[in-house]
């Protein structure tokens, strides 16, 4: 098979579609249902875990490949421990903490610039309720930057001893036009597609295939769960940005 074909099956399994919550909206909220109740809480261990509440939020996730957005909110059922008074929110696997626009929608909308010739910032951000172009651009970098793809390969070795993972992954973006004016940004651009097609490989190696259809949401999610670490899209701002400075893609804003 030639790496063209390979890289084509791969890319095939990005098709991300919806992550379970409309089941999860019949069933979850007040007047509906609540989830079961932890039977310990995962701080002190105690085994008294009470109810505390619910809380709303607003998030935006894929539904059959398009962006959804929780018009009316989204209900997550608190609970507290009553030995250590540790409250945390039931979250749906489908959202991940401290994001309103969930992994998949950043995952998607990197992959369709990154995989697609023709693509550019504005055209993948169309949809006003997906993003912006300043925003495609800054997850581009940020997923650029959020994995280490040899060591997802390593493991997708590790459990399925396929020796194939390394040829699945591009060494090139492909591009009708510049996507990138500097070397730097075409280096991101394809550590961005790099790291993409390194965790659906990754995804696809594990002794159970995830249900979730994003690879992306899949990792984030076992790295919260197993070291509470939380990939926040930039870190909480420190100082005011200096006036005129632009951090949006080339061309959507200009120095005076």
Known sequence: MTFAC???????SF???????????EAIGPGRG???????????????????GWRLVFAVILSDGAPHRFA???????????ECGVSWPLRPPFLYPYRSLEPDV?????LAYVGEASASYAHVAADPTASSPRSVWRWVGWIAGLVAVGELLAEAERLTGAGQAAALIPRDVPQDHPKALSPERERTLLKAFQALVAL??????QPVVPEDPSALRVWLSLRFLAFH??????PPPVSPPLPGDSTGPP???RRS
Request: proline residues 4%; positive net charge.
């Open 72 to 82: 009316d909110g989204l209900w997550i059922q608190r609970v507290c421990c009553a």
């Open 34 to 52: 609540r989830p079961d109740r932890p039977g310990a809480c995962p701080f002190c261990d105690g085994e008294r875990v009470w109810y505390d």
């Open 15 to 25: 098709v991300l579609g919806s992550a379970g919550f409309k089941g999860y909206l």
């Open 6 to 12: 390979r890289q084509a099956k791969v890319l095939a």
């Open 200 to 205: 659906v490989v990754w995804a696809r190696s």
């Open 229 to 234: 670490e939380i990939h926040r899209l930039v």
């Open 251 to 253: 061309g959507l804003h």
């Open 106 to 110: 950043a995952e998607a909308a990197v």
